[in-house]
């Protein structure tokens, strides 16, 4: 069985940056994509970004692109979402997950969620 574990969420000011990882438990399913998500209070939950864990190639939602950068790195099987220009906008609890489909978005494509991390942002 795939575990994904979240770590790296916390308070941090407006304008700071802050990086979260997903640690996977197996080296398994490494032709699927690994993605970010966020969830706040009474709100959807929202994709982010997503990454191919065997090419690295990725693709982000509009509203974080060039504010939030995924990456991986294989060798430590983690993947990590560094997050630049933070604003209370962006307090949530961050999740990762799986999904095999390369562009998918929607949360119902996802699986293999984490517990998720609680990012708070204050102004």
């Known amino acids: 069985q795939m575990e994904l574990v979240e770590s790296g969420g916390g308070l941090v000011q407006a304008g700071g940056s802050l990086t979260l990882s997903c640690a996977a438990s197996?080296?398994?399913?490494?032709?699927?994509?690994r993605g970010w998500f966020r969830q706040a209070p009474g709100k959807e939950r929202e994709f982010l970004a997503g990454?191919?864990?065997?090419?690295?190639?990725?693709y982000y939602a509009d509203a974080v692109k060039g504010r939030f950068t995924i990456s991986r790195d294989s060798a430590k099987n983690t993947m990590y979402l560094k997050m630049n220009n933070l604003a209370p906008e962006d307090t949530a609890v961050y999740f990762c997950?799986?999904?095999?489909?390369?562009?998918?978005?929607?949360?119902?494509?996802?699986?293999?969620w984490g517990q998720g991390t609680q990012v708070t942002v204050s102004s």
């Open positions: 990454i191919r864990w065997t090419s690295g190639n990725t």
């Open positions: 197996r080296r398994a399913f490494l032709s699927y994509v």
């Open positions: 997950a799986m999904t095999p489909t390369f562009g998918s978005t929607s949360p119902r494509d996802f699986g293999t």
